[in-house]
């Protein structure tokens, strides 16, 4: 059998392609554009153009490339190929409408629940079992996969999600009586027969991937999960007829887990050695060098797979030394979808900047310059040694970075923790704004027609001047004020059509941020988001969107909500200065976002919404880290309103991510109204709102399908809030943000909503509805 490749990437590149083809194809199809079959076809070449690619930037021996390709998500693939998921699939690929209906459902029924991918911005669709469910192996879509590629002169390493991570991200089906990973010994023997088909076709090396194994669980402890991975893999590896199994735990260090791995059968084990790793664990390097036998190939993964700077190559090359192995590979810490494809294509970054980052192909240079270094010598590659040298050289010296004016704001907080008067004075407060029971809103973006999206690029380009492109906005503006009256929502939104994101837009008007021209990186499906760079000490040199909010007022006469992004979810859906902690960082971004709430209040908006979305995203994978980032992210978002007078309403907003975990922290954030995902899951998250005491809006309306929610949907859903959630602070409003979504679905959803809001409470007291008028 073929030995494991020097130099390799963990899992997945980048699949949405270096200009977004995968989108282009998704959104094609899904508008009937092109039929599936030359949708296949294009989906086929941006396959095969990835391994060419990677083959050149020196993945060279065989199984080094990864099978990098899902046509929607990556959990959703594995789980219809162990039968996780029920599948009439028979033929070389998934049954394509089959596969969307799952991922974006139809007229007649719902999506898969999505949530994020451990500690990132990526969402997978949760596969949910219930107890008929009857495991089936269906290898045919990997298998078609391989051939294509072998055809094409490339041996590529099948991957998918390992058992044990699969049924850890399952949920179990309501009214079902055992928990998914109790049925582990049952999947386990599908993985075998998945794992035989790919051994008859040829494959040597199948990747299995076990992120669940290094981080804490709210249900299952570190050793029950450890325990199981040495079960099911003790299975695997005896298996007769079968590849050789890399197993990786990417995004953070194995505990109890790593020598359940290491002692399993594995032929080799890849692992998490970023640098962010290692100091938040620098133990690791130690516990790998005693716990993993000779036998077993290690995979150290030192470049950062996350992150965007250029790796310090002299750091990475002397852990590889102090892992003290012969037999060892160089990889990415984890896959490289989180990252753009290059830093090539940007003509627009400063160039010192430019010069301090590694995207996808960079990063994978730089694997296979370690590796080539280990082999033969540092002197092998020395321009890519050079180039890392310099990085980390002149970002040390920049004036860019450090702005002294910034950190002396800072330092002066001290122990201020941000906390605004009591919730009870501010609710009195803000009974002028006259909100009337069961209020709705929307989340704060609406539909971004093409109409809008070309104004704002003429103006980037110069084809249209200022006033032109203002003029373009307010019309946008209007339009949206007007359907928002029309439909009789409440508190009315301006739709946010100057944002092209809502991270980014922020970026743009920020000090210390730089914006890419083709940065895209896949959230899910065919939502692509580019995270601006946080480069530098942040401040804010002048108002960013008080012409626009206020512009909106005058054009109602009904109570309008300035909409902002949180410091906390800036940071996450950006990349991450690694030379300061997050926390500085936050509490940088706050005290500018700050400065927008005070001048909001001075033009007389006096509900602002501080979006905060990604609060759970960067909840540390392990418990002991918890509590201090909890900490410093709820006392970020606190002083985002700490100076708000007790009149001014103070919203956020939180989405796709599981909120037990994080519910007292979601109530110390102290805001006024806080609105949650909640459509997609039926409200489960209501039970953990029980205690909550100021108003919430559990989202009604799942925006991340296009399918339209009927009234009697709506109704049963704003009757299972109104369970749990007095109606003295209720809100209605759908799960997030409308910018995806075309005015045909949302404008019907959203009469629906305010429809389904109406007879809830015509059921409920009559006489309420004249509060409405």
């Not at 809008?452 to 373009?472: K, L, P, S």
């Not at 708000?644 to 954030?669: K, M, N, R, V, W």
């Not at 991340?704 to 209605?732: F, G, K, T, Y």
Request: hydrophobic fraction near 45%.
């Amino acid at each position: 059998m073929t030995a494991f490749p020097a130099a390799t990437i963990t899992g997945y590149y980048p699949r949405i392609g270096p200009h977004r083809e995968l989108k282009r194809a998704l959104e094609s199809l899904w508008a009937s554009r092109i039929d599936a079959e030359e949708f296949s076809r294009s989906v086929r070449s941006l396959r095969l153009d990835t391994y060419h690619r990677l083959r050149e930037l020196g993945l060279t021996e065989d199984w080094a490339i990864p099978a990098s390709y899902s046509h929607y998500d990556h959990v959703l693939d594995t789980a219809l190929t162990v039968g996780l998921i029920a599948s009439t699939t028979s033929g070389t690929d998934f049954d394509l409408g089959e596969y969307f209906a799952l991922a974006r459902g139809t007229t007649h029924r719902p999506p898969l629940e999505m949530t994020k991918w451990f500690d990132t911005n990526y969402h997978y669709l949760v596969p949910e079992i219930e107890d008929s469910t009857r495991f089936r192996a269906r290898p045919q879509h990997l298998l078609s996969i391989v051939a294509e590629a072998k055809a094409a002169g490339h041996l590529v390493r099948p991957v998918l999600v390992g058992p044990v991570t699969l049924l850890a991200l399952a949920k179990s089906a309501p009214g079902t009586a055992t928990s998914p990973l109790a049925r582990l010994d049952e999947l386990t023997t599908v993985y075998v027969d998945v794992l035989a088909a790919l051994a008859a076709a040829g494959v040597e090396w199948v990747q299995l991937d076990e992120p669940a194994l290094v981080a804490d669980s709210a249900d299952l402890s570190d050793e029950q999960l450890a325990e199981a991975a040495a079960v099911a893999y003790a299975s695997l590896t005896a298996a007769r007829t079968r590849p050789q199994i890399v197993v990786t735990a990417p995004y953070g260090t194995l505990r109890a887990g790593l020598p359940a791995l290491a002692g399993s059968g594995v032929e080799a084990l890849s692992v998490d050695l970023s640098a962010a790793t290692r100091a938040f664990d620098p133990e690791y390097v130690q516990r790998l060098r005693d716990q993993v036998p000779a036998s077993v190939h290690l995979v150290a993964g030192v470049v950062d797979g996350r992150g965007i700077w250029v790796d310090d190559l002299d750091a990475s090359l002397t852990v590889l030394t102090e892992l003290g192995r012969e037999s060892l590979s160089v990889s990415t810490s984890t896959t490289l979808l989180h990252v753009p494809h290059t830093v090539a294509g940007e003509t627009k970054l400063p160039v010192d900047v430019a010069s301090w980052l590694s995207f996808a192909e960079e990063k994978v240079v730089e694997v296979e310059a370690l590796a080539a270094a280990r082999a033969h010598g540092r002197d092998v590659r020395p321009a890519v040694f050079a180039r890392a040298k310099r990085a980390k050289r002149t970002r040390a010296e920049s004036s860019r970075v450090h702005n002294p004016e910034v950190t002396a704001r800072t330092a002066a907080l001290g122990g201020r923790d941000g906390r605004r008067c009591d919730a009870e004075v501010r609710r009195q407060a803000q009974l002028a704004l006259d909100i009337p029971r069961l209020p709705t809103t929307t989340i704060g973006s609406f539909p971004q027609t093409a109409e809008v999206r070309r104004a704002r690029a003429d103006h980037r380009a110069g084809r249209i001047d200022a006033a032109a492109y203002e003029q373009a906005m307010k019309a946008e503006i209007d339009r949206v004020v007007r359907l928002q009256e029309d439909l009789g929502f409440d508190v009315i939104v301006h739709g946010e059509p100057e944002r092209n994101d809502m991270v980014q837009y922020f970026a743009e008007n920020l000090d210390g941020f730089a914006t890419t021209e083709g940065g895209w990186v896949q959230s899910y499906g065919s939502r692509c988001t580019r995270p601006p760079i946080l480069f530098g000490d942040v401040s804010r040199p002048e108002p960013i969107t008080v012409d626009w909010s206020t512009y909106a007022a005058t054009r109602t006469t009904r109570s309008v909500k300035g909409m902002l992004t949180g410091p906390v979810t800036i940071l996450a859906w950006s990349f991450t200065r690694d030379d300061v902690p997050l926390a500085e960082s936050a509490d940088q971004i706050a005290l500018a976002l700050a400065d927008e709430v005070r001048d909001l209040e001075a033009a007389g908006i006096g509900i602002i919404q501080v979006d905060e979305p990604a609060l759970r995203e960067l909840l540390p994978l392990r418990e002991a880290q918890r509590p201090a980032y909890l900490d410093w992210s709820v006392r970020a978002f606190r002083l985002v309103s700490a100076q708000a007078a007790p009149g001014t309403q103070i919203h956020t907003h939180l989405c796709y991510s599981e909120f037990g975990q994080i519910i007292d922290a979601i109530g110390a954030l102290d805001a006024d109204v806080t609105s949650i995902e909640a459509a997609r899951s039926r409200m489960e998250v209501l039970s953990d709102l029980a205690e909550f005491s100021r108003g919430i809006g559990p989202g009604v309306y799942d925006i991340h399908s296009p399918r339209v929610p009927s009234v009697a949907e709506l109704v049963e859903l704003i009757e299972a809030a109104l369970s749990i959630v007095p109606d003295d602070r209720l809100w209605i409003n759908p799960d997030c943000g409308l910018k995806t979504r075309g005015y045909a679905e949302v404008t019907a959803a959203l009469a629906n909503l305010v429809t389904a809001r109406d007879a809830v409470l015509a059921a409920r007291a009559p006489a309420l509805i004249d509060s409405l008028r």
